[in-house]
């Protein structure tokens, strides 16, 4: 069965320092979705993604956050200048569509930890 | 804007019958969702309602939707071990296609 993949599963950065999460949506999905989960608080949207380009995206998605898909099968995402706030759970999904009754499949996670 | 409260745990027996609670603030819901995420994997879409409807049953999951009081809840019947996860509501309102998570239910399952 097609699934989301993630990379890596656990990530340990230094405040100050850039990261990049890696995703691999399903091949024949359009939509891409970032959302982040610090821990024990909700489930938070990012940014959603199409045609190459953002469509969407939270107050969350400030300057510090960006998005790629730098080729046909990777999307990620990158965060300039770690705080010790952003250690959470991330979460990327992808969607063939993008309708009320569309199922975004979601991969396992990355758990980034600022120190 | 849209908000989604859950508890955060819920402990049942094997066997017996677990009820997970949502509530939610936006009268403009479309649908609504449950997901499921087990350690360590993603999460999992179970089941969706319709806003216009209020039940839907599949199997040993029936979802009940009170539109009134903004009230979902996801019934697993005869739960058993291999339902122990983190259980999240999400909406999806009027004009959006992205859903807004609640922080999820752990349903933990003892003997």
């Known amino acids: 069965e097609p699934e989301v993949t993630q990379t890596p599963s656990h990530q340990v950065t230094q405040m100050g320092q850039e990261v990049i999460l890696r995703c691999v949506p399903i091949?024949?999905?359009?939509?891409f979705y970032w959302y982040r989960q610090i821990l024990g608080q909700k489930v938070e949207f990012l940014v959603s993604?199409?045609?190459?380009?953002?469509?969407?995206k939270s107050e969350i998605f400030d300057d510090q956050f960006s998005v790629e898909r730098p080729d046909g099968s990777n999307f990620t995402l990158k965060i300039r200048s770690t705080k010790l706030e952003d250690s959470a759970m991330y979460f990327c999904?992808?969607?063939?569509?993008?309708?009320?009754?569309?199922?975004?499949?979601f991969g396992q996670g990355t758990r980034l930890t600022v120190v | 804007g849209e908000d989604v409260e859950q508890s955060l745990f819920l402990s049942v027996r094997e066997g017996d019958s677990s009820v997970i609670n949502c509530t939610y603030t936006d009268s403009s819901s479309t649908y609504l969702y449950w997901y499921k995420q087990e350690p360590g994997a993603g999460l999992q879409l179970l089941t969706y309602i319709f806003s216009n409807m209020d039940m839907k049953q599949d199997q040993r999951l029936t979802v009940l939707l009170n539109k009134k009081d903004k009230h979902l809840s996801l019934r697993i019947a005869d739960t058993q071990t291999g339902d122990s996860a983190i259980y999240f509501c999400?909406?999806?309102?009027?004009?959006?296609?992205?859903?807004?998570f609640g922080r999820g239910t752990s349903l933990i399952v003892h003997p």
């Open positions: 999400a909406e999806k309102t009027g004009g959006s296609y992205i859903p807004t």
């Open positions: 091949s024949n999905h359009l939509y």
């Open positions: 999904a992808s969607s063939v569509f993008q309708g009320k009754n569309t199922e975004a499949f």
């Open positions: 993604f199409y045609n190459n380009e953002i469509s969407e």
